[in-house]
């Protein structure tokens, strides 16, 4: 950074020399050119998360309908899923209030007058696009959770049928048993007083 000229009536700061691990080839201008190229970056970076955690919610999809509804795990690994996306919206909101601080400070301390509203313009359109995408995901893993719990509640209603099944026969099978026992129960009782 050079220091400012006395003849300058406002202080500010020319930066001479920017480094950067952006994969861009061009060099910014100006602080605000730096902070849209790191804008863009972070957007690829976000959408790029997002769209790896669709493919998997989509294999998860797949597992679904595979096993549908009988391993009981699959709950659990769709709730660490859901603790998951919220860990990165976590992660996704901090970094949001960083960048907005980082502009702030940038601007007090180097008065560019241009950066302010276009780079809070950027970070509201980087805040929505991104947050579209959470909202996308977490309506994934709702429905996958209510498809869970719908097959699960379909399996139990089979298993319980069956129970009930099985309880019937057991039933019938005392009804006419039970009698017979009974009579020669009472059969074997007179027999033995005779003798």
Not at 95 to 123: A, F, M, N, W
Request: aromatic content about 12%.
């Amino acid at each position: 950074m050079t220091s400012p000229t006395v003849a300058e009536a406002q202080p500010s700061f020319q930066p001479i020399e920017y480094c950067s691990t952006l994969p861009y080839g061009w060099i910014p201008e100006n602080g605000t050119d730096f902070f849209a190229l790191f804008m863009k970056f972070l957007k690829e970076k976000w959408l790029e998360t997002c769209k790896q955690a669709e493919e998997h919610l989509e294999n998860r999809r797949r597992q679904q309908l595979h096993k549908k509804g009988d391993d009981p795990r699959f709950i659990f690994h769709l709730a660490e899923d859901a603790k998951t996306r919220a860990k990165l919206r976590n992660i996704l909101r901090n970094q949001i209030r960083g960048i907005k601080k980082l502009v702030t400070e940038y601007h007090d301390s180097y008065s560019e007058s241009p950066i302010p509203q276009l780079s809070h313009k950027q970070i509201e359109s980087f805040d929505v696009e991104i947050n579209d995408e959470f909202g996308q995901l977490e309506q994934s893993i709702k429905d996958l959770l209510h498809f869970e719990f719908s097959w699960a509640s379909i399996n139990e209603a089979h298993r319980s049928t069956s129970i009930a099944t099985s309880i019937k026969r057991l039933s019938w099978i005392t009804f006419i048993f039970l009698p017979a026992m009974f009579a020669s129960v009472i059969r074997s009782c007179l027999l033995v007083d005779v003798t």
